[in-house]
């Protein structure tokens, strides 16, 4: 497949294996907790890890989930107006220093929007490591303009994404071992038995996104799509600069979620995701988490699994947020300071 692809270069069902592949180590880690404040033991405390069970600390699912989206970036979504949302993630398998991923990828669907200048492209992505074993695999949907605005577009009717992840296809490390957890090495004693369905969680920390972040976390993931990478030519839309990378979005959101939930473990899955609104260097991201299910895991009774919805807010303190979407509106359309919408799974603790 040729690089810099638009609309009326996609076919579906054409398979893609992206170039690059990536050994991670500890200083992307490092790096990662300077961009984002992440305080996760999990992800940076080696004795922590080590009594969970884990030869060495994983490295942050989110982290290894950015750095995979973008191996595709390139094939994908160089040219992308914007990556809408994303189904059925499937984290299946915790990514180490020294590991080394490459990604690949199948055209599953294309829709060209009314406008005839742009459409949605939609691809089903899986990672591999050095051993050839999948660690994750994820679907999302991205629309991307076209180059000959006369070009036809064969479009195809996709099967509807999944609207969650099965818990059958949920994959819990093979090594974790939560018999020895260190409460005081996270914080908090709250575990799954202490949250309620439909629980609100407000959390009150800020982080204001700036330039220098924001290229620097493009920049470790090497995702090079023009809208986060050439100023120049965003100077010349509707925005004015560059836009913010929804992962970045999330990460910031998930490093802020961690004041409340701060016994979540490995993520598990990202049941669906969209990204809502638009952010800029110089908004100020807050989150608050909705708790929208609890399952148990069969064998299991010394850990739960947490479904959670994380919504990312910008220049507004999360206590302020009235709705999430528009009021006065039919159609679920969101509030304009509502930048993220995720809807995703965790390893949680059961009872002390």
Known sequence: MSKSNFLEDFIVEQKITHAIPRTLTEGDSSIYISLTGNRHPLYCAQTFSNQLGFSKTPLNDFLVFHIAFGRTVQDISLNAVANLGYADVRFIKPVYAGDTIRSESKVIGIKENSNKISG???????????????????KR???IPKNNKDAVIKESVMEELPKTVSIDNIQIPK???VSNFDFSATGSSRVWDDFNDNEFINH???????????????????????LHFDAHM?????FGQRLIYGGHIISLCHSISFEGLENALNIVAINGGVHSNP???GDTIYAKTIVIGKDKIDGRDDIGLLRLRLIGIKNLPSSSLDSIYQENTNDKIYNPNV?????????MPRGK
């Not at 965003?234 to 509707?238: F, H, L």
């Not at 930048?339 to 390893?347: A, F, P, R, T, W």
């Open 120 to 138: 949605i492209v939609y691809v089903h992505s899986i990672t591999k490591n050095q051993d050839d074993d999948e660690v994750l695999s994820w």
């Open 175 to 177: 090594d974790l071992n």
């Open 339 to 347: 930048v993220l919408d995720l809807d995703y799974s965790v390893i």
């Open 204 to 226: 009150s920390r800020g982080l204001t996104i700036d330039e220098t972040a924001h290229t620097l976390a493009t920049h470790l993931y090497q995702n090079n799509a023009k």
């Open 279 to 281: 952010t800029l260097a």
């Open 141 to 143: 949907w991205v629309m």
């Open 234 to 238: 965003m100077k010349g839309t509707a």
